[in-house]
């Protein structure tokens, strides 16, 4: 099985700054990820497929890069409504797996 | 627009049975493979298993293979999970979800609103 180990498991940010959150997978999984976004008491929101494709309608301050086994999901200016946490999953084989998953709060 | 809609989900004793349905409508249901997601309180979320466009082909997690089964109904829209010999840690919401395009590459989108598993005594 393919497991996948985000860090950090929570950040503390301001309105306007830049999060980079991580996603090692323990094995290469070529550009097989995606991102999710979860607010509390929520529905999982899909951000980022293909490692680095912006599902439509997600705002672009939300990117995603990597491929192999190292991935990161990048917030470019923090916004309000981007407090949440945020999943990665790999697509590569079954079973499919997601990180732990990383909260993102206001500091 | 896509909707999924979950229900059965509710309170069951350990060693019991209970069947989820997740209705869709808004898609060609048959083109597209369809899964279960959990969450348990609190945690994180959790692949469950995964059903093919056709219902030919499934897939499972090792933690519920050979209890669950995932089953679709193409005539109706309906995706279901047979949940059997239920243990305490299966309690979580369930999330029916479907893949993002018709094709063999499973990224959820959407998500159904989820329905609530209990096993407790």
């Known amino acids: 099985d393919i497991q996948m180990t985000q860090s950090p498991s929570s950040v503390s940010a301001s309105v306007g700054d830049r999060v980079t959150i991580t996603c090692r997978a323990s094995q290469g999984i070529s550009s097989w990820l995606a991102w999710y976004q979860q607010k509390p008491g929520k529905v999982p929101k899909l951000l980022i497929y293909?490692?680095?494709n912006l599902q439509s309608g997600v705002p672009s301050r939300f990117s995603g890069s990597g491929s192999g086994t190292d991935f990161t999901l990048t917030i470019s200016s923090l916004q309000p409504e981007d407090f949440a946490t945020y999943y990665c999953q790999q697509a590569n084989s079954f079973p499919l797996t997601f990180g732990g998953g990383t909260k993102v709060e206001i500091k | 627009e896509v909707q999924l809609l979950e229900s059965g989900g509710g309170l069951v004793q350990p060693g019991g049975s209970l069947r989820l349905s997740c209705a869709a409508s808004?898609?060609?249901?048959?083109?597209?493979?369809m899964s279960w997601v959990r969450q348990a309180p609190g945690k994180g979320l959790e692949w469950v298993s995964t059903t093919s466009g056709s219902g030919d082909s499934a897939f499972y997690a090792d933690s519920v293979k050979g209890r669950f089964t995932i089953f679709r109904d193409n005539s109706r829209n309906m995706l279901n999970l047979q949940m059997n010999s239920l243990r305490a840690e299966d309690t979580a919401i369930y999330y029916c979800?479907?893949?993002?395009?018709?094709?063999?590459?499973?990224?959820?989108?959407?998500w159904g609103q989820g329905t609530l598993v209990t096993v407790s005594s």
């Open positions: 293909a490692a680095s």
């Open positions: 979800a479907k893949d993002r395009i018709a094709e063999p590459v499973h990224w959820f989108d959407p």
């Open positions: 808004g898609f060609i249901f048959s083109r597209y493979a």
